[in-house]
Each structure stands twice: as C-alpha cells, then as structure tokens.
C-alpha cells in the first residue's frame, strides 16, 4: 500500500491542508514555509512522536492527521477488509485533544469517512 493523501488539520502552523501524493514526492520550499510540519504531522500519524500542546495551530484544541493510503495489496485487503472502499482506499485518521497529555491520542480507521474541505486529487 502506498499513500495517497495526507490531510492535516490544527496542526502547528497548518491550520487545513491536503496533499496529494505523487512519485516520488519531494518537499522544496523556503524555510519556514511548512514543511518540517509536514513531515512532524506524518510521524505523530505513524506514532513516532507524541503530540504536544505546541502542535496545535493557534487557538485549536483540536488536530489531526488523516492518511488515505491506495493500492492495497491483497494481504492489505484481507487485513482490513471492513475498512476498505470498493476503490481499493482506506482512509485513516489519528486524532488529538489538547490538554489530554502526550499520551496516545484517540485513532479511528474509517471507510471512506474524511471530508476533503480544500478539493481532492486529481483522478478522484
């Protein structure tokens, strides 16, 4: 499986944002600019850093990081097969709240649950 799109909301300087991935995928831009955010979003995502009330954007109590992932193989599709849409996509999202420490924030699988507020990718 593969990342199709990451969307981040509340997090640090990203109030909504949604990428869609391509590749290779490569991050270029000016410093100060997101990108470190980006990649800092990913790995809460994926459970390598926990969060800190510093993550959340300005006044939010509130974030999190939604991963849609396609191209699942069929071991992916067995697995999580009741999560699944008929596009061969899983979309999850890990949330956070502000306040609750840097414990584990509440995770949620979904199928086909997220709300693309700023468009989608193109071929969707």
Known sequence: MKIKTVTLNNWRSIKQLTICFQNPMIFIGQNNHG???ILYGLMFFFGQVPFEDLDFNETSNELFVEVTFEDLDESDQI???KYTTASNTMCVRKE??????TGTPRGRLGRGTHNRRSGGCSGD
Not at 96 to 101: L, P, R, S
């Open 79 to 81: 697995t999580f097969n």
């Open 96 to 101: 956070a709240v502000k306040g609750t420490g």
């Open 35 to 37: 990108k470190s955010n």
